[in-house]
């Protein structure tokens, strides 16, 4: 399932929004290590508490995400594209799947190791920088989702209420002005 | 106990390099605070970033089921108070002290200058935050976990 390394055009096309998000001249750096795959509804990219080596970008499609306990789980939610996950077992310090994470319909995925991950830091540290700040505000939602605890829906699943997936919007950091200071600040939006 | 020498022993603190510590540890107060001390109150605005230096601290959430409990009791070396401080929202969660603590706080001024976007020195803060985000949501996983063990008890081998 696993295909070569992404071209630009490929990549533009499957998710014009990264652009914006990185920068134009960031992207290029992190095409060398990506790697694209596919996954079809229902098919597993990660279990939870199994080793981990790479983060994954939603590029289309959904990735649904739950905790397990033996049998039982917990849906935390789904993910939508411009998120990413496995960034947990990376930031850690701890290598393992903190959820299950299953495709929720045909989703196509880039691939990123954390070893090229670290490469990436030496070539273009502005790229990993803006990354990292995605990874912040993906962290702060799934964690405000997870404050709540979870309810059981009519059908006896065990869920967790809340929307997991962050929006390009959120995902892309702006430099701080006087404003910006203010604003958060007095709690303004 | 010196800030700083506190701070390098920190593994998030890894990223940073000894001058980023010692900014980090200049722009940083250090205050002892009494039993029940609450640093953040769910539902409203926090501006400070808190690192624990001594003691626990328990975060806990007042849900919509109007149940009260407990997020997680951190330990020495663990940062708190970075959701409402970095998206200048309020509080999901209250933070209080379990006896009495030692804890250094970084005033929201210092939090964005040392989390200016595309500085160096931005750029390795900002692993510090992803570290301890990471590890509380880490934290958080292994409560839902347990929550099951609980509701189960059974090993999780039996169906729902």
């Not at chain 2, 593994?11 to 900014?23: A, I, R």
């Amino acid at each position: 399932m696993t295909e070569p390394l992404m071209d630009e055009l490929s990549l533009f096309k499957r998710l014009p929004e990264l652009e914006s998000q990185l920068g134009a001249e960031h992207v290029k750096p992190l095409l060398e290590h990506l790697q694209l795959l596919t996954l079809q509804d229902g098919e597993m990219l990660l279990r939870d508490r199994a080793p981990v080596d790479a983060f994954y970008l939603v590029l289309s499609g959904n990735l649904r995400l739950s905790v397990e306990f033996g049998q039982h789980t917990v849906l935390l939610g789904e993910i939508g594209p411009g998120n990413w996950v496995g960034e947990l077992g990376y930031f850690s310090g701890v290598p393992v799947a903190s959820s299950t994470v299953t495709a929720a319909g045909e989703t196509e995925l880039a691939r990123l190791t954390y070893l090229d991950f670290d490469a990436l830091l030496i070539a273009d540290s502005v790229a990993v920088c803006r990354l990292t700040h995605g990874f912040i505000q993906m962290l702060m939602r799934r964690l405000a989702v997870t404050a709540s605890n979870p309810v059981i829906d009519p059908q006896g699943e065990i869920l967790l209420l809340g929307d997991l997936s962050v929006p390009w919007t959120e995902l892309a950091q702006q430099p701080h002005g006087v404003i910006d200071f203010l604003k958060i600040l007095l709690g303004v939006h | 106990m010196l800030l700083r020498n506190f701070l390098r022993n920190l593994p998030s603190f890894q990223y940073l390099s000894e001058t980023d510590v010692d900014h980090v540890a200049a722009a940083m107060r250090v205050d002892d605070y009494p039993d029940g001390h609450v640093f953040i109150y769910q539902g409203r605005l926090n501006k400070d970033m808190f690192l624990l230096l001594d003691g626990e601290v328990k975060a806990s959430h007042y849900g919509d089921g109007g149940r009260y409990y407990t997020l997680k009791v951190l330990q020495p070396g663990e940062i708190f108070g970075l959701p409402s401080l970095s998206q200048g929202k309020p509080a999901l969660t209250s933070c209080h002290a379990i006896g009495r603590v030692k804890v250094a706080s970084l005033p929201f001024s210092a939090y964005m200058l040392l989390y200016q976007p595309d500085s160096d020195i931005g750029c390795r803060f900002q692993h510090v935050i992803a570290s301890q985000l990471a590890r509380d949501l880490h934290d958080r996983h292994d409560a839902l976990r347990k929550l099951l063990a609980q509701v189960y008890g059974d090993g999780g081998t039996q169906g729902a």
